[in-house]
């Protein structure tokens, strides 16, 4: 007499929270960089890299590209504590639309302000800068960021 099991794998095709946020904070970095150099390229070619002391295109889209990496994997983080469904992607989008005005408000119009003037870059901006073009910048940010986080998850 035989007996047969039936044995089930579920293989999620997602990535994990983390990654999702990683590879969204890099492709909502990446436009949110090429809408900088159209509308305003000296903020990627001087003033990000010189939070580092570098200077040049390439290091301020690198430098912007491992920020948005980074805020991704924090994105991924609140959204494990925010009350949104799981499978609610339109939640997750509206989320990352606001994390983009957080990140705007907190970190481009209050802490990078200080950060060039502690550096010695000698065009930092006004303290708060709350410049609408750089509002738009990172909601775009943080509605790519969203879009790509849902869609991988």
Same mark, same amino acid.
């Given at each position: 007499?035989?007996?047969?099991?039936?044995?089930?794998?579920?293989?999620?095709?997602?990535?994990?929270?983390?990654?999702?946020?990683?590879?969204?904070?890099?492709?909502?970095?990446?436009?949110?960089?090429?809408?900088?150099?159209?509308?305003?390229?000296?903020?990627?070619?001087?003033?990000?890299?010189?939070?580092?002391?570098?200077?040049?295109? =390439?290091?301020?889209?690198?430098? @912007? !590209?491992?920020? %948005?990496? $980074? #805020?991704? +994997?924090?994105? &991924? /983080? *609140?959204?494990?504590?925010?009350?949104?469904?799981?499978?609610?992607?339109?939640?997750?989008?509206?989320?990352?639309?606001?994390?983009?005005?957080?990140?705007?408000?907190?970190?481009?119009?209050?802490?990078?302000?200080?950060?060039?003037?502690?550096?010695?870059?000698?065009?930092?901006?006004?303290?708060?800068?709350?410049? =609408?073009?750089?509002?738009?910048? @990172? !909601?775009?940010? %943080?509605? $790519? #960021?969203? +879009?790509?986080? &849902? /869609? *991988?998850?």
């Amino acid at each position: 007499m035989a007996t047969e099991t039936d044995t089930v794998i579920e293989r999620g095709t997602g990535l994990e929270d983390w990654q999702a946020g990683v590879a969204g904070g890099v492709v909502g970095a990446a436009v949110m960089a090429a809408l900088i150099v159209a509308m305003n390229p000296p903020t990627i070619t001087a003033a990000i890299p010189a939070l580092y002391g570098l200077s040049g295109g =390439i290091a301020g889209v690198t430098v @912007h !590209v491992a920020h %948005g990496a $980074v #805020l991704g +994997v924090a994105f &991924a /983080a *609140l959204l494990r504590f925010a009350p949104i469904p799981d499978d609610s992607a339109a939640a997750v989008v509206g989320t990352g639309l606001a994390w983009g005005v957080v990140t705007w408000i907190a970190l481009a119009a209050l802490v990078m302000p200080v950060w060039l003037g502690a550096v010695g870059f000698p065009k930092a901006p006004p303290l708060p800068n709350f410049a =609408i073009p750089s509002l738009v910048w @990172h !909601v775009v940010y %943080g509605g $790519v #960021l969203g +879009v790509v986080y &849902a /869609a *991988l998850r």
